[in-house]
């Protein structure tokens, strides 16, 4: 396992006992969508024709493209930071 089996406090909503609003969860979700879509072209590559994953992104896209909301944007910048530290250093060696 490379991730740590504790999800960061942050990204856990309030309901499940964690600090994450679910406004900002919503935001997250949205964001998520965008930057599916931006490596959507890897699945498309191998199975081009099934549009499924093209077509569920374009419901979201639209509207978050090209932004990060402010009020989650470290938020999201630090877990970035800390997973590609994790993810990255499998490769290292």
């Not at 969860?25 to 964001?31: E, V």
């Not at 090209?66 to 530290?85: C, G, M, Y």
Request: net charge negative; with cysteine.
């Amino acid at each position: 396992m490379i991730l740590p089996k504790d999800r960061d406090p942050r990204f856990v909503t309030v309901r499940r006992g964690g600090a994450l609003t679910d406004q900002d969860h919503h935001l997250l979700a949205l964001w998520a969508a965008s930057c599916a879509e931006h490596v959507l072209y890897l699945f498309e590559t191998v199975q081009p024709e099934d549009q499924r994953p093209r077509e569920a992104i374009e419901l979201e896209c639209q509207w978050q493209r090209d932004q990060l909301p402010e009020a989650i944007r470290e938020l999201v910048r630090d877990d970035q930071r800390l997973r590609n530290d994790i993810c990255w250093s499998v490769f290292d060696g």
